[in-house]
């Protein structure tokens, strides 16, 4: 097996796009999600994607190879709410480590068909942890801003679980995503660390962010800048962002980083802003076309899609991307590029 590590020093690296937007079309009902063996659980489970990996695995096997079709490298696994503490809101916090498990699973065992049939595009797996749904660094409580509604330990306890979970499923990297808050990301990034001291390994991680506005500050306030800084002490493969943002939105945030980091550069941005409905309208022409200039300023390493993408959208991607230079980079630093 090719490391990813040596791999992406060779080409633009594509990542998939978004797997909620790949479920809705699949129309689930209430009894799909909950399958057999949940058919009797005393509260809702409809929305809960996660789930699906246990209940509808057949499902997500397949939307992980019509991207891997498409000319993605590496995939997801549906694991973004896979913390105990994200599970909270559907009372299955005691199946966290299977549904990482699975989830890992199913991926890999697809990433594995498409690396056996064409071994000179090895393909890879990260293992998706989400920024959970409380915040470290905010209070929930106007009325109260020295409330949080979560610890530091408490986000460390939960990634850790997922994590081990994860690497046990059998992922090639780490993804921690959609980091909203700087200090949950910190969270995750030490579990990672914990785990990786413990089991004497050295699991490649992709560290993406996400500019929630037009501020071009996370939720938690930082800079795209202040945000790379506050990171650079770990050992990532990648920095990035995703999420929110369009591509045309994104790119500003990534000149901003790509100059002052020798991590690898990544970037999966939405297929444009929501409409009214909530739904994207960014056709993958569109979005290629906005891509092809993060390509053309040599701005990325990784590049794939967020909400509202498609294989489609990834397909363009994965064309554009093959016309292009990666971007140079050292590889993993200690420190921030001065």
Known sequence: MVDIRKDIQKRILVLDGAMGTMLQAYKFSEEDFRGERFKDFPIPLQGNNDLLSITQPKAIKEVHAKYFEAGADIVETNTFSGTTIAMADYQLEDLVYEL?????KIAKEVADEFTAKEPHKPRYVAGSI?????TASMSPDVNDPGFRAITFDQLRVAYKQQVEALIDGGVDLLLVETVFDTLNAKAALFAIEEVKDERNIDVPIMLSGTITDASGRTLSGQTAEAFLISVSHIPLLSVGFNCALGANLLQPHLEAIASKT????????NAGLPNAFGEYDETPEEMGAQIEDYLKRNLINIIGGCCGTTPKHIKVISDLATKYQPREFVGTVTSIAS
């Open 100 to 104: 990482n498990y699975e989830s890992a």
């Open 130 to 134: 989400g920024p959970t749904n409380r």
């Open 262 to 269: 020798d991590f690898a550069i990544s970037a999966h941005p």
